[in-house]
C-alpha cells in the first residue's frame, strides 16, 4: 500500500519561507514524476511543481518559477518544495502525488498523477 508523509507547511508571513517534505513508501511499481499540488478554498487544485525521476527534469507552474525550487531524495524516498518569497496567494492545501507525467504548457502545469496523499496547509497572511 501506498503511503505518502507530508511535513513543513505552517503560517507565515508575506515574504517568508516554507519547506515542504513528502516521504513516500509502498509503490509496487516505479512511477515517473512526482510533485506538488495545492487547492485553496472555493478554486480547483492546480500543480505547483513536479520532478522527473531521472532527478533532473523540473516543471513549475509560472505563479511560483523563480520562488519555489523541487528536488528530490531518491535514497530517502524524499521529495522536498522550498519554498521563498511566500505570498497570500499561495495559501492552499498542498498535496504531494506521484504517477505518470508532469509537463507545461502556457505556463501551467498539467499533469497525470496516480496516488495522492492528504495534504498539508499552507497559510501565507501578515
Known amino acids: 500500500q501506498v503511503h505518502f508523509v507530508e511535513s513543513g507547511g505552517g503560517s507565515v508571513q508575506p515574504g517568508g519561507s516554507l519547506r515542504l517534505a513528502c516521504t513516500t513508501s509502498?509503490?509496487?511499481?516505479?512511477?515517473?514524476?512526482i510533485g506538488w499540488f495545492r487547492q485553496a478554498p472555493g478554486k480547483e487544485r492546480e500543480g505547483v511543481s513536479c520532478i522527473d525521476t531521472d532527478d533532473v527534469t523540473t516543471y513549475y507552474t509560472d505563479s511560483v518559477k523563480g520562488r519555489f525550487t523541487i528536488s528530490r531524495d531518491s535514497a530517502k524516498n524524499t521529495v522536498y518544495l522550498q519554498m521563498n518569497d511566500l505570498k497570500p496567494e499561495d495559501t492552499a492545501v498542498y498535496y504531494c502525488?506521484?504517477?505518470?507525467?508532469?509537463?507545461?504548457?502556457?505556463?501551467?502545469?498539467?499533469?497525470?498523477?496516480?496516488?495522492w496523499g492528504k495534504g498539508t496547509q499552507v497559510t501565507v497572511s501578515s
Open positions: 502525488a506521484a504517477g505518470g507525467y508532469c509537463t507545461v504548457v502556457g505556463g501551467k502545469l498539467l499533469y497525470g498523477m496516480n496516488y
Open positions: 509502498g509503490f509496487a511499481s516505479d512511477y515517473e514524476a
